[in-house]
């Protein structure tokens, strides 16, 4: 299923209205296009399989090729929260220890983005990603650390516009103590 621009126009056209304002007046015409046309990108991912990005760029690592632990930090992304359809936006930091496979580099920056790329949580997006890495890499360990601001956070309520939120999913032989401190260590050589 595709993101369906007309009822989203229809709906911002509608919402423009519930708070009083004229969706014709000049500087909001295009408004409903122009939300529209983002969502259609915000939700890109909800029809993309994760698993198949990564089946479609492993290859089996011979001896010396697989390495013990892989880790890509600072992954940039941007969700939305289910709850407010607010952005939020941060860093991924993402990594497996090869079982018998590796994977391009930069397809692991697709998984995040494809998964972040829906109506998400922040706790939900670092499983999902998890689980997409454990089962399409069947690796001995995945960990993935999300770092990231929420407009939600920032703009209401309390308004903590420098609060951002960690969360850690791991996975396998990330999840022994020793493994998952070495990890995180590693993860923190970034900042």
């Known amino acids: 299923m595709t993101v369906d621009q007309g009822r989203i126009e229809a709906a911002v056209a509608e919402l423009l209205a519930a708070i009083g304002e004229d969706a014709t007046r000049p500087g909001l015409q295009r408004t409903p296009k122009?939300?529209?046309e983002a969502y259609a990108e915000y939700f890109a991912g909800l029809d993309v399989d994760p698993v198949a990005i990564l089946r479609d760029g492993v290859d089996a690592a011979g001896d010396g090729e697989r390495g013990d632990l892989v880790l890509?930090?600072?992954l940039?992304?941007?969700s939305m929260c289910e709850h407010h359809l607010l952005p939020f936006r941060g860093v991924a930091h993402v990594g497996y220890l090869p079982g018998g496979k590796?994977?391009?580099?930069?397809?692991?920056?697709t998984v995040v983005?494809?998964?972040a790329a829906r109506p998400q949580l922040q706790e939900r997006l670092g499983e999902q990603i998890a689980d997409a890495l454990d089962e399409g890499l069947a690796p001995r360990g995945v960990i993935v650390v999300?770092?990231?601001q929420h407009d939600c956070v920032a703009a209401r309520d309390a308004r903590q516009t420098r609060s951002t939120t960690v969360t850690v999913a791991?996975?396998?032989a990330l999840t022994e103590p020793a493994a998952r401190?070495?990890?995180?260590?590693?993860?923190?050589?970034a900042s």
């Open 113 to 115: 983005e494809t998964l």
């Open 34 to 36: 122009r939300v529209a």
């Open 146 to 148: 999300l770092d990231a």
């Open 181 to 189: 401190a070495e990890a995180m260590t590693l993860i923190g050589a």
């Open 102 to 109: 590796v994977v391009g580099l930069g397809r692991l920056g």
């Open 170 to 172: 791991s996975r396998g």
């Open 76 to 78: 940039e992304f941007r």
């Open 72 to 74: 890509l930090r600072g």
